[in-house]
Structure formats: structure tokens, C-alpha cells
């Protein structure tokens, strides 16, 4: 005959609520032990997927809608290339991501979930990232763009008034970047008829190659076959910039040492090194400015009809001599008029 075992067990978090069972012994005591360690054991297991005092794996994000990638994986996998380069760098855990929008690429950022980016120079200063490193090819951080044509649809740039541009969305400088700094203020703000927007160049040159949009500007290299209508002075590329500012600073200091460097080419450019501060600041400038008319003669544009000379609002008569009254006359006496006759 078996004996019976009653035992008080406390429940785990030291709430103490007796519990009266009839048990073999054998299983009784297996049990109470079972109890007492279950506790110690699930304190001392690590989380799942990450090793105890292991660094946290960082985010490199790619948002540059002026850099060709056939697709979003591609991007993707090109976002990987780099974290994979800065790992092996810096022994820190990283992973790649790319974004086609600026409204994803916002959300994450501020989520805190995206460490470190790759992003177009117009939107680093837009955004006052702090940048890390400059996008480089043969040894220069700027690279011309060109405006590219479909077919039959004019071979310059003065064939293209009032035809339609596919136009990259990137933020409010758009429109500044094109006329100030593609275009140097040589032609109207309103040259190009207003056409279609892309989210990333790619869209843009799908759009003029299916007949959508009759030109759009694109980095020298990545023409798509089009052909180049004009092409631009050189345009700074992407930048590589810390977008979560709570990072350790020896986490900082080891990614921009790093990073310095990389290879990785893309098409676009072919790795990282400084930036170009001359480059950069005419850009800024220009983004900064409003949208400009031209000034002069354009160079652009076929000659356009002469106008009158501007008339001084008021003349300049400080060099003159006094100009001198005639003194003014006596006073004159005027009769009484008659009386009045009837």
C-alpha cells in the first residue's frame, strides 16, 4: 500500500498559496524539485536569438531614389553588400535594408530601427543628417547627370521646350534642384511641361522608355539605352550618413573609420571615401534659393527677343548745379469790379 505525501508548495513570485495533494513519494518529491528550480531556470535563460552581453545588430538602410537599381531586390541585396563589408570592419553584427519611399524610410528612422543609411545628397542636407562618408567613383564624390530622350523625341535640349519631364520626388528642393542646379538657371523654371513623378529613377526611365514622359535625368552610366540630351554639371553622390543619434559614440567612431574605404560597387559609384564639401555646398545653396529665371542670354535655349533697358524709378541729380527761381513779383493791386447796374 502506498503512502500518502501532503505537501505545502509555494508558488513561484513568493505568492504563498498552500497546495494539498495526494501523491505517490516518488513523484511528490520530483515534483517539489521540478518547483523549486523552475524559477532559477527561466531567470537565468538567455532570450531567444541573442546571445547574453552580445552587441545588437545594427541597421544600414539604402534610400537613394538617384541611384539605379534594376529593382527593389536589388537594392535590397546591395543594401546587404554594405552592411556585410562594415561587419567584417568592425566585428559590430549588421544587416542591410532597402526603402523605395521616403515615407517608409521615415517611419523606421523614427522607430529607431534603422542605425545608419545610405541616402541622396539632396536629402541628407534637406534633412541635416550628419554624414559619415561620401559615395565615390575613380576617386571624386560628384558624378554629372544627363538628360535622356526617348527615341524621336529631339536629340537637345532646345527640342524639349514644353515637352514632358519624368521628374524623381525626393523633397521640397525638387524643384530648386533642377532648375538651380541641373539646369544653372539657364532656362525657365516652367521649360518643361509638367509630366509624371517616380519614386525612383528606375520608375522615371521606365516611364520615358514605355512613352509616358518624354526625358528624364539620370546619373551618367545608368542611361538605360536612352539617348543624352544634355548633360550636367557633376552632381554629389549618395551619402553615407548615422540616422539614430542614441548610438554609442565607440559604435560611431568605428563605422566612420570603416566605412572609409568600402567597395562596393553599384553602377552609380564604386565605393566610399570623404566628402566633397565644394561640391556639397553649391548644392546646398541651390537648394536653398528659389527656383531662378535666367539671367543674361541663356545658353540653353534659342535666343529670345530683346528687351528695353529698365527705367531708373527716379534721376540722379546729385552732381547737377542748384537750380535757381526767378524771384517771386509784387504784390498786385486788383480794382473793386463795378457796382451792380440794373
Known amino acids: 500500500m502506498r503512502r500518502a505525501l501532503r505537501l505545502a508548495v509555494a508558488v513561484p513570485l513568493a505568492v504563498a498559496v498552500p497546495l494539498t495533494v495526494a501523491v505517490p513519494l516518488t513523484v511528490a518529491v520530483l515534483l517539489a524539485v521540478a518547483l523549486w528550480a523552475a524559477p532559477t531556470f527561466a531567470q537565468d535563460a538567455p532570450a531567444e536569438g541573442a546571445a547574453e552581453g552580445a552587441a545588437p545588430t545594427l541597421v544600414v538602410g539604402v534610400f537613394a531614389p538617384h541611384v539605379y537599381f534594376p529593382n527593389s531586390l536589388a537594392r535590397n541585396r546591395w543594401a546587404e553588400d554594405v552592411a556585410r563589408a562594415l561587419q567584417a570592419a568592425t566585428g559590430l553584427p549588421m544587416k542591410g535594408r532597402g526603402f523605395t519611399t521616403a515615407g517608409e524610410f521615415d517611419t523606421q528612422v523614427q522607430a529607431g530601427r534603422v542605425d545608419f543609411a545610405v541616402v541622396d545628397a539632396q536629402f541628407q542636407i534637406e534633412r541635416g543628417l550628419p554624414a559619415l562618408a561620401q559615395g565615390t567613383v575613380g576617386g571624386a564624390a560628384a558624378r554629372p547627370m544627363v538628360l535622356v530622350v526617348g527615341a524621336g523625341r529631339g536629340g537637345k535640349i532646345s527640342e524639349l521646350q514644353g515637352r514632358s519631364l519624368a521628374a524623381v520626388t525626393l523633397g521640397p528642393g525638387d524643384r530648386a534642384f533642377l532648375s538651380n542646379y541641373l539646369l544653372q538657371g539657364q532656362v525657365e523654371p516652367d521649360y518643361f511641361k509638367k509630366g509624371k513623378t517616380a519614386r525612383d529613377v528606375q520608375g522615371a526611365l521606365t516611364l520615358v522608355s514605355l512613352g509616358k514622359a518624354d526625358a528624364t535625368f539620370t546619373y551618367a552610366g545608368s542611361t538605360a539605352g536612352l539617348s543624352v540630351a544634355f548633360t550636367s554639371r557633376p552632381v554629389p553622390l549618395p551619402v553615407f550618413v548615422q540616422t539614430d543619434p542614441t548610438l ?61 533697358p529698365p527705367v531708373p524709378a527716379y534721376a540722379d541729380l546729385s552732381g547737377a548745379p542748384p537750380v535757381m527761381l526767378p524771384a517771386p513779383a509784387a504784390d498786385l493791386v486788383v480794382p473793386a469790379p463795378p457796382g451792380d447796374q440794373f
Open 248 to 308: 554609442p559614440d565607440e559604435h560611431v567612431a568605428a563605422v566612420r573609420r570603416a566605412i572609409v574605404g568600402v567597395k562596393v560597387p553599384n553602377g552609380v559609384f564604386d565605393g566610399f571615401g570623404g566628402a566633397d564639401g565644394k561640391a556639397n555646398g553649391t548644392l546646398a545653396r541651390a537648394l536653398r534659393a528659389a527656383p531662378a529665371r535666367p539671367e543674361g542670354e541663356p545658353v540653353l535655349t534659342p535666343p529670345r527677343a530683346a528687351a528695353l
